[in-house]
């Protein structure tokens, strides 16, 4: 059950896109159709923003998308906001009942 | 609305046990599997563990298999999580939280944070 892999960092501009990889294995993220993504804004709960690789949960703005290619997922905010600062997290169904998660991406809003 | 309420901080000793509570309130209690998240300080989010409303069966990650047992009280609602031979870096934020689908997490609690001494 080792970690998926994140970049520590990201940043863009208002208005840019950016992409947060996460990377897995074929046993995890390229296997089962399971990956979500959570924000987590300094000193609060996490927040899912995208579950089943490419799917919003209602209220999520359609800024937020997600896509899957192999073993790497991947997040795309579209036309950032100083809003979208904030920790972003991925995670996987890993087989035999367990869910790995990411270490985690700080994303700054320049 | 789905809430999920924590029991309060604990401050521990290396070596003690420590229960943690979530209640939940808000959907159909045994329609949805719950987890247990954590968050070490500074540090990113590990799953530790989930169980199985319907039937309380449980899996755990490796690391904790030793050391933690969830369970839950159906009347009241309520989940718990006892972890065992508690030692300074598991000092974390807890969090239950209740399954969504594909394996995510749509609803957390507040967190609660277990401080391990040496």
């Known amino acids: 059950q080792s970690a998926l892999t994140q970049p520590p960092s990201a940043s863009g501009s208002p208005g840019q896109s950016v992409v947060i990889s996460c990377t897995g294995t074929?046993?995890?993220?390229?296997?089962?159709?399971?990956v979500s993504w959570y924000q987590q804004h300094s000193g609060k709960v996490p927040k899912l923003i995208i579950y089943?690789?490419?799917k919003r949960p209602s209220g999520v703005p359609d800024r937020f998308s997600g896509s899957r290619s192999g073993n790497e997922a991947s997040l795309t905010v579209s036309g950032l906001q100083a809003e979208d600062e904030a920790d972003y997290y991925c995670?996987?169904?890993?087989?035999?009942?367990?869910?790995?998660f990411g270490g985690g991406t700080k994303l700054t809003v320049l | 609305q789905v809430q999920l309420v924590q029991s309060g901080a604990e401050l521990k000793k290396a070596g003690a046990s420590v229960k943690v509570s979530c209640k939940t309130s808000?959907?159909?209690?045994?329609?949805?599997?719950m987890y247990w998240v954590r968050q070490a300080p500074g540090q990113g989010l590990e799953w530790v563990g989930r169980?199985?409303?319907?039937?309380?069966?449980?899996n755990y990650a490796q690391k904790f298999q030793d050391r933690v047992t969830m369970t839950m009280d159906t009347p009241t609602r309520t989940l718990y999580i006892e972890m065992t031979s508690l030692r300074p870096d598991d000092t974390a934020v807890y969090y239950c939280?209740?399954?969504?689908?594909?394996?995510?997490?749509?609803?957390w609690g507040q967190g609660t944070l277990v401080t391990v001494s040496p």
């Open positions: 995670s996987s169904y890993a087989g035999s009942n367990t869910v790995v």
């Open positions: 074929s046993s995890d993220v390229g296997y089962y159709n399971s």
């Open positions: 939280a209740k399954s969504w689908g594909w394996w995510s997490f749509d609803s």
């Open positions: 808000g959907y159909t209690f045994t329609d949805y599997d």
């Open positions: 089943g690789i490419t």
């Open positions: 169980i199985t409303v319907k039937d309380g069966g449980t």
